[in-house]
């Protein structure tokens, strides 16, 4: 999952947590396939077009990655990416993400007609600390109802396939 890029490109800690973690898990498993989603924010590249540099400078072949670059938030990240995954032959798709942000994913992409499973947690600090952690666990609290409400109406517009 894409996350905040600076103007000049530079990946926020996030992105190169979210990073590492899915070099991690592509690493123990045959022939991965990497998605990376996230828009062009704040001035700024878009976010897969980061990750998507971050990925091949790691040894990821560019055959290997299928880049979202469409997305502004989470929701959008989830409905574009379901519609790149329904056309690939995936065994199973692992979000990487950060340990607050994981159930609403999960629960999108569900919602979305993808299942998931949930990459294990790389252990770092939080670099802002504790109350930096709290204000993204509270902001995920808001966003997982609003989210399922909007997708849930998206299924009913017939713009999202359950399955």
């Known amino acids: 999952m894409g996350a905040a890029v600076a103007k000049d490109g530079t990946p926020s800690a996030a992105v190169l947590r979210r990073t590492r973690m899915a070099l991690r898990v592509g690493a123990q498993l045959e022939h991965p396939l990497y998605v990376p989603t996230g828009g062009a924010l704040h001035g700024g590249p878009p976010e897969a077009h980061v990750i998507r540099g971050l990925l091949r400078d790691a040894g990821v072949r560019p055959s290997r990655i299928i880049v979202e670059e469409r997305a502004e938030d989470t929701l959008q990240s989830v409905?574009?990416?379901?519609?790149?995954i329904r056309g690939l032959d995936a065994a199973a798709?692992?979000?990487?993400?950060?340990?607050?942000?994981?159930?609403?994913?999960?629960?999108?992409?569900?919602?979305?007609?993808?299942?998931?499973?949930?990459?294990?947690?790389?252990?770092?600090?939080?670099?802002?600390?504790?109350?930096?952690?709290?204000?993204?666990?509270?902001?995920?609290?808001?966003?997982?109802?609003?989210?399922?409400?909007?997708?849930?109406?998206?299924?009913?517009?017939?713009?999202?396939s359950p399955s």
Do not use: K, N
């Open 79 to 84: 409905m574009y990416c379901a519609q790149i």
């Open 93 to 160: 798709v692992i979000v990487c993400t950060d340990r607050y942000h994981v159930a609403r994913c999960r629960s999108l992409f569900r919602l979305a007609g993808i299942p998931t499973v949930a990459a294990p947690f790389l252990r770092a600090p939080a670099p802002a600390g504790m109350q930096r952690w709290l204000v993204s666990c509270v902001r995920e609290a808001v966003a997982l109802p609003f989210d399922v409400m909007l997708l849930l109406a998206a299924r009913v517009r017939g713009r999202v």
